[in-house]
């Protein structure tokens, strides 16, 4: 019996807008599995989108949230839109099914309308993920060879757009939405009042950093990455044990038994006054900002239309936790 050869390279590696060049081969396809692994959200396994706190989002609204990507992307924008409910796309009501066509029509508007975007990609794979999620990918004006289906692969590969311009597009973005309803969490970033002399070499320094940090890509996301189908759950480790480590800490006082002990006032014979002075840079008290609230509740809802019925089924995920999702 002969080797069955392998596939020929298809056309689209002629393709202008194929990112790769030079010697190819098409790798050989495995055998299929009797039963697929469960996605992220599916069966025991973790959503990352129900368990995400609303300021993860750069909008948030009653039944949808939208966020972006952890930093700046290659393309001028990467965004995502989450429904709230634990749903995938065939199985939204038709409420929510109705308002998926509103939010992404209004969602692409706002995106195409930012400086220098030609075209807004909207993509559905859902092979990671079980929560439904859409990606809304902007082509850079002028960039003919990025046309088309590998858009996401050149997200990829370009340098990644500069901190601040990333989050201007997200503040215009999320205000935009904003007209319609709903809560926007994102922006703009600080004016930063400086001499010419610094902002040369402050530009120089973000170049520098922006070079050494890899960006982060569509296809490198966790909602779109599928599982192993041998469960590998990463084990927790326990805590390391201060005696055996070397770093053991004084009980009682919140400091290491390396650390000098604070100084303590003495009156004229020596003996202490009972006020601790602490040293330079610690303060006697500490304090936590409260936590953030959940998200408004309009009377109207996400696509500015009034609410009158909430399907069953479709109640909120969880308003002030998540998600994403970079399937």
């Known amino acids: ?54 300021d993860a989002y750069i909008w948030v609204g009653e039944r949808w949230r939208v966020r972006a990507m952890d930093r700046p992307t290659g393309l001028p924008m990467v965004l995502i839109l989450e429904s709230r409910s634990h749903l995938d796309l065939g199985d939204l009501p038709n409420l929510l099914a109705a308002e998926l066509g509103v939010m992404t029509v209004r969602l692409e508007r706002a995106i195409r309308s930012l400086d220098g975007v030609a075209r807004v990609h909207v993509n559905r794979w859902g092979d990671g993920s079980a929560h439904l999620h859409m990606w809304f990918l902007a082509r850079p004006y002028g960039r003919l060879q990025l046309r088309g289906t590998f858009l996401s692969l050149w997200d990829s590969i370009l340098p990644p757009i500069s901190e601040s311009q990333w989050r201007e597009n997200l503040a215009h973005v999320a205000a ?75 009980p009682g006082d919140g400091t290491r038994g390396d650390d000098p002990a604070p100084e303590t006032d003495r009156d004229a014979d020596g003996q202490p006054t009972g006020a601790a002075t602490l040293p330079d840079g610690m303060s006697g008290s500490t304090g936590t900002d409260p936590a953030t609230s959940g998200p408004d509740h309009p009377t109207t809802d996400d696509t500015g239309t009034t609410a009158t019925d909430e399907p069953a089924g479709t109640g909120k995920g969880s308003g002030g936790t998540r998600d994403t999702v970079r399937g």
């Open 1 to 54: 019996m002969h080797d069955t050869p392998p596939p020929s390279v298809p056309d689209f590696t002629q393709w202008p807008s194929f990112p790769f060049e030079g010697d190819l081969r098409v790798k050989q396809l495995d055998e299929p599995v009797a039963v697929e692994p469960p996605r992220k959200g599916e069966g025991l396994r973790e959503c990352i989108a129900c368990n995400a706190p609303d």
């Open 176 to 250: 935009w939405l904003a007209e319609f309803g709903g809560r926007p969490l994102a922006e703009p970033p600080r004016i930063q009042w400086q001499t010419p002399s610094s902002i040369a070499a402050q530009s120089s320094a973000e170049a520098a950093a922006a070079a050494a940090e890899e960006a982060v890509s569509v296809i490198e996301s966790a909602e779109e990455i599928p599982l192993p189908a041998a469960d590998n759950e990463a084990t927790s480790t326990a805590p390391e044990d201060p005696a055996l480590s070397g770093k053991a800490e004084t």
